[in-house]
């Protein structure tokens, strides 16, 4: 952690608790009333939308991802790395990878601005300190700053404990996965100050060989408030380190149980190292009943790297004239060795978000705009060379002071300008909400395939405005009936690996419609929706990956997907039942397949009509089953039986049989035992089983198919698979691919201990 970000964030502690006025009033009711800087949004608001029951969760949070936590809500697929769900984890939603689904805390994205993923591994056990989550499905609100056309999830840390706190949690289970965590709270002081805190360690060895995690983490809080003013300040964040796992397993080994734990990686030092830090500062001033302001400033630094050894694809070595910029005393440029090289990001993102609330009778307005800056340095270093015509420690020596084999500087800004209105005529709600986003990324320096930007191969310069528009209707005939139905239009930019990969990508453009019903009464509730999601070149995937295990992407002129979803719960105390159903169509009009042909040194193309989306299931479905089995004063008993469907998934756009991923099902058991003594005295005894049943299955993986003789196949590779019924297409030349899958651990277990004073 950085010593002098944390000193920096102290010492805005300590003189604002000084200058802090401390009135004898007992005056906390602002406090309730606030409404903290957030991107949720009101009932009325014409979107699809559920608030996560954490409390619930948190009887499963035993060291999982926030991924992992998440699983089974409506329209989700989890996919980890590691199979165990600690370590580099992701989600899709509505078939819609983690690019599409923007995530805030407090606010403020959490989606790297290049590759606008998310990495939850580098904010490890966050979880443990929200206080709520919302995930929106569709476009989400024009408050969050990036089109999300998949959805949104919004996590909030802001709430705060009137009481003084301590928190003491250790799990252990399978894979030697475990989790120690301590959290604090001061609570009130004075009626006007509360402090708050966690660490955290989770260590894991992974499902997958090697796949070990080392995961360590921080989060602080601390709120003054006077009776219009409060102000919160935040700093949360973590240092990881994983063992590579991102190449993913032979898709022939998924169903074998000795087999399916396969990773290609055996340096022992194959690490994903990374550290990064979040500040934030939340002001919100409330002028009167009607009129509130609030304001957030950010910062994140994030610095690390990744290592690797590369003997090249055929085991011969790399070529050394790769590397000749930065090591120009290497004279023989066409020798070839074997490297050990590491690849590091450093970068910096920071901006501030300005809104205002207005409410008045039946009209209220929120509106704000923000402003933030990325700056992302990438560079690579060599560490090592291992070949007869040069000494390892020499090249070591000589490496240390020797420049960077490549670097190159990612600069983005990018703002927003939102209003959103709400009108309420009667039992109807009328919503406008309008969104003005402008970016500008640059790009400067080389690839590390030696590559200068802004050349015959790359631009290096993008400017993008969007308009985003979304009206709705809203319908509200009692507390027990609400039917909406709104449009919206989407924009997004393409990332950073989208640029880097494909000569000239589109802007995504996305026509979403949405209408859904609503009923709930005291003891069962359910929601239906249809939504119509019609994309204008929609990045889709092309089932192969880069050099960093991230997906590439290409432009497709139309397609869709059009989707009914039901939620629905019901509740017969003491047991509460569940069920969350996705049925959709996902598919691209048009998609011209681009094959390498190895013989000739070209491609071959195929079009493809009315093709189903890559990673796009047909069906999806969850149940929980949540059973308060005993409670009294003193003692709870609960148990949660999970369950998830999805039907099979294919590995890129073709419909090829080959490239598909079967259907599976899984289920989870958790139960907790709560035993309370007083009040804040508590001890809560944790026990999950996930995979019950032993399911032999993966979520996710990856595809490259190629043409070729056979004399160029190395029928050794695992990766490798024989396609069928491709001779004729191709005059008689076999059509071959690499697959890669990741496979979820089977039955594994974890028992955890909380105790709370």
């Known amino acids: 952690m950085k010593t002098k970000s944390l000193l920096l964030f102290f010492l805005l502690v300590c003189f604002l608790s000084n200058s802090q006025e401390i009135k004898e009033k007992n005056d906390t009711t602002f406090l309730n009333k606030v409404d903290l800087i957030s991107n949720k949004i009101e009932t009325t608001y014409p979107t699809t939308k559920k608030n996560v029951n954490v409390e619930n969760l948190n009887d499963k949070n035993l060291g999982q991802d926030i991924p992992s936590l998440l699983k089974y809500e409506p329209s989700m697929i989890f996919n980890s790395d590691a199979g165990n769900g600690i370590g580099y984890s992701s989600l899709r939603l509505r078939g819609s990878d983690q690019t599409r689904i923007n995530v805030t805390i407090n606010g403020v994205p959490l989606n790297d601005s290049e590759s606008q993923q998310v990495y939850y591994v580098d904010i490890p056990d966050l979880f443990s300190s929200a206080s709520s989550i919302q995930i929106q499905r569709g476009i989400g609100t024009s408050t969050v700053g990036n089109g999300s056309f998949g959805g949104q999830i919004d996590i909030s840390t802001m709430s705060f404990n009137e009481n003084p706190y301590g928190i003491i949690e250790y799990s252990h289970g399978s894979f030697n996965s475990r989790k120690k965590s301590i959290g604090f709270g001061s609570g009130l002081i004075k009626n006007r100050v509360s402090f708050d805190g966690r660490i955290s360690q989770i260590k894991s060895n992974g499902y997958i060989d090697r796949a070990s995690s080392d995961l360590n983490s921080y989060y602080l809080s601390s709120q003054f408030n006077s009776e219009k003013t409060l102000v919160q300040l935040i700093s949360f964040g973590g240092i990881e380190e994983t ?41 919100h001033h409330s002028f009167n009943q009607n009129f509130k302001l609030s304001s957030t400033f950010h910062y994140t630094h994030g610095e690390g790297y990744y290592e690797s050894f590369d003997n090249g694809y055929y085991g011969d070595g790399v070529e050394i004239g790769k590397y000749v910029d930065a090591f120009s005393y290497l004279i023989n440029l066409e020798d070839r060795a074997d490297i050990v090289n590491q690849k590091w990001l450093d970068n910096d993102y920071y901006g501030f978000i300005i809104k205002s609330d207005y409410k008045k009778q039946n009209f209220s307005n929120i509106s704000g705009f923000s402003l933030n800056k990325y700056d992302g340095n990438h560079f690579g270093k060599i560490i090592s060379i291992n070949d007869d015509n040069y000494n390892e420690n020499e090249f070591e020596y000589n490496s240390a002071s020797s420049s960077d084999y490549y670097r190159n500087l990612g ?347």
Request: glycine share 4%; charged share 20%; net charge negative.
């Open 411 to 757: 600069n983005k800004i990018s703002g927003n300008i939102y209003s959103r209105s709400t009108l309420n005529i009667g039992l109807l709600s009328l919503c406008a909400d309008l969104q003005l986003q402008k970016i500008n990324y640059k790009i400067e320096g080389t690839t590390d395939d030696q590559i200068e930007f802004n050349n015959q191969y790359f631009d290096n310069k993008w400017d993008y405005t969007f308009f985003n528009p979304k009206f709705g209707l809203t319908y509200i005939k009692n507390a027990n009936h609400k039917i909406f139905g709104s449009f919206s239009v989407g924009n997004s930019a393409p990332n950073r690996f989208d640029l880097i990969n494909n000569p000239n990508p589109k802007a995504e453009r996305l026509y979403n419609t949405e209408i859904q019903y609503l009923f709930k009464s005291n003891r069962f509730l359910i929601s239906t929706g249809l939504y119509y999601m019609d994309y204008r070149d929609q990045l889709v995937l092309t089932g192969e990956l880069n050099n960093v295990g991230a997906a590439i992407r290409t432009n497709v002129d139309k397609s869709y997907r059009l989707g009914l979803e039901v939620i629905s719960k019901i509740n017969f105390e003491p047991i509460i039942w569940s069920f969350n159903l996705n049925m959709s169509d996902n598919k691209i009009n048009s998609f011209n397949e681009y094959i390498d042909n190895w013989n000739t040194g070209g491609q071959e193309i195929t079009e493809h009509k009315k093709t189903t989306i890559a990673f796009s299931p047909n069906l999806i479905a969850s149940s929980s089953i949540n059973w308060e089995i005993f409670k009294n004063k003193y003692m709870s008993w609960n148990l949660n039986f999970d369950s998830k469907y999805v039907s099979r998934q294919f590995l890129d756009n073709t419909n090829n049989v080959d490239r598909e991923l079967p259907g599976y099902s899984a289920h989870d058991l958790s139960l907790s035992l709560n035993f309370k003594k007083e009040a804040r005295k508590e001890l809560k005894v944790k026990f999950h089983v996930k995979n019950l049943f032993n399911s032999l299955y993966s979520s996710f993986g990856w595809t490259y198919p190629f043409i070729s003789h056979e004399d160029y196949i190395d029928f050794s590779d695992p990766y490798l698979v024989i396609e069928d019924d491709d001779d004729e297409i191709y005059n008689g030349t076999q059509v071959y691919n690499q697959t890669g899958v990741y496979p979820q651990a089977t039955r594994n277990y974890m028992l955890g201990i909380e105790l709370n004073f």
């Open 243 to 283: 063992y590579q796992a991102w190449f993913g397993v032979p898709i022939s080994y998924l169903n074998s149980k000795k087999l399916r734990t396969f990773n290609p990686y055996t340096y022992e030092n194959q690490i994903d190292h990374y550290e990064q830090i979040h500040h934030q500062a939340h002001i």
